[in-house]
């Protein structure tokens, strides 16, 4: 299923050399982030980092945004496994 979200924010509160931190609630399939990141880069914007109070770990946001090299952090991360929501252990996940 595919949907279609306009975005817009005023040149009044983002000018070029702003140094921009993107915060949203959730990092799944990356397109908000992504659609975040275009806007600043069209206002001249720079992006120096994004956080994210959970990241979904089956979608894939983080490795769709790896290609624009903004760091990424979310407090929370969570893998979806048969209807199941688990909170998986950050220090597991890097060791995998």
Same mark, same amino acid.
Request: charge should be negative; aromatic fraction near 6%.
């Given at each position: 299923?595919?949907?279609?979200?306009?975005?817009?924010?005023?040149?009044?509160?983002?000018? =070029?050399?702003?140094?921009?931190?993107?915060?949203?609630?959730?990092? @799944?399939? *990356? #397109?908000?982030?992504?659609?975040?990141? #275009?806007?600043?880069?069209?206002?001249?914007?720079?992006?120096?980092?994004? *956080?994210?109070?959970? !990241?979904?770990?089956?979608? @894939?946001?983080? =490795?769709?945004?790896?290609?624009?090299?903004? =760091?990424? !952090?979310?407090?929370?991360?969570?893998?979806?496994?048969? *209807?199941?929501?688990?909170?998986?252990?950050?220090?597991? !996940?890097?060791? !995998?």
């Amino acid at each position: 299923v595919s949907s279609t979200t306009d975005l817009y924010v005023s040149t009044e509160y983002l000018t =070029p050399g702003d140094r921009v931190v993107i915060i949203d609630d959730f990092l @799944a399939g *990356g #397109r908000t982030a992504d659609a975040l990141i #275009r806007v600043c880069k069209m206002a001249n914007a720079n992006v120096v980092g994004a *956080g994210f109070l959970i !990241e979904k770990l089956n979608d @894939a946001g983080r =490795p769709f945004l790896s290609g624009y090299q903004v =760091p990424l !952090e979310a407090i929370a991360l969570v893998r979806i496994e048969n *209807g199941a929501i688990n909170v998986v252990d950050v220090a597991q !996940e890097d060791a !995998e």
